[in-house]
């Protein structure tokens, strides 16, 4: 066990008062581990990273303001190379993950997993482990088999998800109308779906987009 001056110190990030609380509340009552500070921002949690030190983050994604959880992660890491950020998040498409390790984050959790997870898992990583969840390791395993769109196709997506039709989708890149349907077809084969609404929908899910 470690002891009372050696205790792991948590920074906790996420943009909702009751989460930060309740993490608080799981965290502090373990003897060897203390919460260090809480952020409700990127900006915060680089800031708050930088004051303390802390031994371990805890990073949500969907924060709210100019710097995502994903900005702050790769800042952290840019300036503290050996920083321990563990991601607790609800979201859970597995480009969400993959982006999140790609980052600098050790592990990835989602946001419904047990007090006793989370704890096993701040203590893991301390040591030096990089555990994951079954759910987390299929994830990424799924993204292996999925087809990855081009840089144009998710610009192509991106207009598909903000209402443009194909005509408009054309006019906005400056290519030609048949260009921009090709660019529909093949993403709707990509993401083996029928249509573009359900196309927008699992891109979502799955990370690859992101609604604003």
Not at 41 to 47: H, K, N, R, S
Not at 131 to 137: H, M, Y
Not at 155 to 166: H, M, Q, R, S, W
Request: glycine fraction near 8%; charged fraction near 25%.
């Amino acid at each position: 066990m470690i002891s009372q001056h050696q205790r792991i110190g948590v920074l906790i990030v996420d943009d909702h008062p009751m989460v930060r609380t309740g993490l608080a509340a799981t965290i502090e009552p373990e003897q060897d581990m203390k919460v260090v500070g809480l952020a409700a921002t990127g900006e915060q949690a680089v800031d708050l990273f930088q004051r303390h030190r802390p031994d371990i983050t805890l990073m949500d994604l969907g924060l709210r303001g100019k710097m995502s959880g994903i900005d702050a992660i790769q800042y952290i890491r840019r300036d503290s190379p050996q920083a321990k950020i563990i991601v607790l998040s609800a979201l859970t498409g597995e480009e969400h993950i993959y982006q999140a390790l790609s980052s600098g984050a050790v592990t990835f959790l989602f946001k419904d997993a047990l007090g006793d997870e989370l704890i096993k898992t701040i203590r893991e990583v301390y040591q030096g482990g990089r555990p994951l969840t079954a759910e987390v390791a299929r994830k990424l395993a799924d993204r292996v088999t999925h087809a990855t769109l081009t840089p144009r196709e998710l610009e192509v997506l991106k207009l598909v998800a903000n209402g443009l039709t194909n005509k408009e989708i054309a006019l906005a890149l400056g290519i030609s109308l048949e260009t921009a349907q090709g660019h529909v077809k093949n993403i709707l084969a990509k993401l083996q779906v029928d249509d573009r609404t359900r196309a927008v929908t699992l891109a979502v899910e799955r990370g690859i987009i992101h609604l604003s």
